[in-house]
């Protein structure tokens, strides 16, 4: 599948939680561009897009290896590295990302600390330099928050070429779940939809996500949580779903 995309995969210094965002004009793009492993990172992996790539990547960080050289080892075996387009972070906050020569224009990369920010076939390389400044100017905001600003950033700068379709946005803390898995598949308008998804999902998910047990606390769902998600979604705080049976 080629999932000519925006991406930015990154860490939060502060809670060392690592995720992904992305969205393009392909239909869930949340399905097999984002992967994550809790305490070691993140990858995308789009373009002519190769799942074995991420786990290529997050076996060698397992292994030891760094972003840049998990990501330079798994580019180096695959044939077709030249259609590839990869977004690597790792849990030190070191970073990569790799633009096949036959990527479709245009395509643009940023790195730093903490973060890897990449798209093919953009409206320009604007898109990219959004992405890249929403994140360095949101510090002080949780990850699932900057990421979603990145995206919507990145599609106020003009986003994909050919359209919209999808969206998703990732996150994992320290356990094996993840704290965030949210994915809009197929929408006229998937960033804005993702942003409404998100909004629900501090109100209404994360305090459920919160509550399960942990690897070193096999905890009862605390007794709000448990009365919040007892009534209809429309009585909830944010609304949204539907009371009908």
Same mark, same amino acid.
């Given at each position: 599948?080629?999932?000519?995309?925006?991406?930015?995969?990154?860490?939060?210094?502060?809670?060392?939680?690592?995720?992904?965002?992305?969205?393009?004009?392909?239909?869930?793009?949340?399905?097999?561009?984002?992967?994550?492993?809790? *305490?070691?990172?993140?990858?995308?992996?789009?373009?002519?897009?190769?799942?074995?790539?991420?786990?290529?990547?997050?076996?060698?960080?397992?292994?030891?290896?760094?972003?840049?050289?998990?990501?330079? *080892?798994?580019?180096?075996?695959?044939?077709? @590295?030249?259609?590839?387009?990869?977004?690597?972070?790792?849990?030190?906050?070191?970073?990569?990302?790799?633009?096949?020569?036959?990527?479709?224009?245009?395509?643009?990369?940023?790195?730093?600390?903490?973060?890897?920010?990449?798209?093919?076939?953009?409206?320009?390389?604007?898109?990219?330099?959004?992405?890249? @400044?929403?994140?360095?100017?949101?510090?002080?905001?949780?990850?699932?928050?900057?990421?979603?600003?990145?995206?919507? @950033?990145?599609?106020? @700068?003009?986003?994909?070429?050919?359209?919209?379709?999808? *969206? +998703?946005?990732?996150?994992?803390?320290?356990?094996?779940?993840?704290?965030?898995?949210?994915?809009?598949?197929?929408? +006229?308008?998937?960033?804005?939809?993702?942003?409404?998804?998100?909004?629900?999902?501090?109100?209404?998910?994360?305090?459920?996500?919160?509550?399960?047990?942990?690897?070193?606390?096999?905890? +009862?769902?605390?007794?709000?949580?448990?009365?919040?998600?007892?009534?209809?979604?429309?009585?909830?705080?944010?609304?949204?779903?539907?009371?009908?049976?």
């Amino acid at each position: 599948m080629e999932a000519n995309t925006f991406s930015i995969v990154a860490r939060c210094a502060r809670t060392g939680e690592l995720g992904v965002a992305v969205a393009s004009a392909v239909p869930a793009v949340g399905s097999m561009c984002p992967y994550v492993r809790p *305490a070691l990172g993140a990858v995308t992996t789009q373009s002519w897009v190769n799942p074995y790539l991420a786990s290529a990547i997050l076996d060698a960080i397992g292994e030891g290896a760094g972003a840049e050289a998990a990501l330079a *080892a798994a580019m180096a075996a695959d044939p077709e @590295a030249h259609l590839r387009q990869v977004g690597v972070v790792d849990a030190a906050g070191g970073s990569a990302s790799w633009t096949g020569s036959s990527c479709t224009p245009a395509h643009a990369a940023a790195t730093g600390t903490d973060y890897a920010a990449q798209g093919n076939m953009l409206t320009g390389a604007e898109v990219i330099a959004a992405m890249e @400044a929403s994140f360095q100017e949101t510090a002080d905001e949780p990850l699932g928050e900057r990421l979603m600003r990145c995206l919507e @950033a990145a599609q106020v @700068a003009g986003g994909d070429m050919r359209g919209r379709q999808s *969206a +998703a946005l990732l996150v994992y803390a320290g356990e094996a779940f993840a704290r965030l898995d949210l994915r809009v598949d197929e929408d +006229a308008d998937p960033v804005a939809r993702l942003r409404q998804t998100f909004e629900i999902a501090k109100l209404q998910l994360l305090p459920f996500i919160d509550g399960m047990p942990r690897r070193e606390r096999p905890s +009862a769902f605390p007794q709000e949580v448990m009365d919040l998600l007892l009534k209809s979604p429309p009585d909830r705080p944010g609304g949204g779903g539907s009371s009908q049976p």
